[in-house]
């Protein structure tokens, strides 16, 4: 018996904390992100541009400060989004922690793919994520 | 006066200004704000909300009230000068704060010449030290 009421209180109180550990930032929902430049399609002789991050609805914000409607860029390059987990750090997600707005890239020839990512104060994505729609870019 | 005598006595005002004339928050020395859209010169539709973009490299964007280095807010003037570099930046109709975090608003101006410029502010909405600050594009709406 009082084995069965610790079972039941342990699943209620796991049950409970679940949805909290888990709620993720919410986001506006007309908030929209894109490249503003480069264009899809667009050219890159020498493989060297600046990508220019737009944020409509929304405001940009450095990591690590948890305020409504906000959150820091990511720039994916030539890689998938994973919507549901925290957005990792490497060379294919560039984390733009400081408040950036625009990015510096050099690529090799090819072609790459370029999609933007919002992170909240903990590099999670919001609810709904928050993402630019995903261009594709050539460097000769 | 002409644009170049403008561009003299701003420059004589920038070599001559007592250094404490700026803001406490500094600024990166290479930090670049520009009006991404509209370009100088444009001509725009009267009575049709335009986009505005703020550009900023080397530097980020933080709302209001949050301290971070190397950030801070946009604030949009319009049919203005600069205000003083070492008082907070105004708020009225010729000021436009964006302390969310914004990096693009819409805007809607009368017929006629309108100049555009971006300046940054801190935390406390005063400009950097030294003072970031676009060049100022002039539009017509008409």
Request: charged content about 20%; hydrophobic content about 40%; aromatic content about 6%.
């Amino acid at each position: 018996m009082f084995r069965e009421i610790t079972f039941a209180a342990l699943a209620t109180a796991s049950l409970s904390v679940a949805p909290a550990a888990t709620a993720a930032t919410p986001s506006p929902p007309n908030a929209e992100a894109y490249i503003i430049w480069p264009p899809d399609g667009a050219v890159i002789a020498g493989g060297k541009l600046w990508v220019r991050m737009g944020l409509r609805n929304m405001g940009v914000c450095p990591k690590g400060v948890d305020l409504p409607n906000v959150g820091h860029h990511h720039l994916l390059i030539d890689t998938e989004l994973a919507p549901d987990a925290q957005i990792p750090s490497d060379r294919n997600h560039l984390h733009f922690g400081a408040g950036e707005t625009e990015a510096r890239l050099e690529l090799p020839p090819g072609k790459h793919t370029l999609q933007m990512f919002l992170g909240d104060h903990d590099h999670m994505p919001h609810d709904p994520p928050v993402h630019s729609r995903k261009i594709t870019i050539t460097v000769p | 006066m002409d644009k170049r005598m403008y561009q003299l006595v701003a420059a004589a005002v920038l070599l001559f200004a007592d250094p404490a004339l700026a803001g406490p928050t500094e600024a990166p020395h290479d930090a670049y704000l520009y009006i991404g859209w509209p370009n100088d010169g444009q001509v725009l539709p009267a009575g049709k909300p335009f986009r505005v973009w703020f550009g900023l490299r080397n530097m980020g964007v933080a709302p209001k009230d949050v301290k971070f280095p190397n950030t801070g807010h946009h604030h949009l003037l319009i049919d203005t000068e600069l205000p003083p570099a070492d008082e907070g930046i105004p708020s009225d109709r010729k000021h436009l704060h964006f302390g969310s975090g914004e990096t693009e608003t819409m805007v809607e101006l009368p017929p006629g010449r309108h100049t555009l410029q971006l300046l940054m502010g801190d935390d406390k909405h005063i400009p950097h030290n030294p003072p970031v600050s676009s060049r100022k594009v002039t539009i017509t709406i008409r």
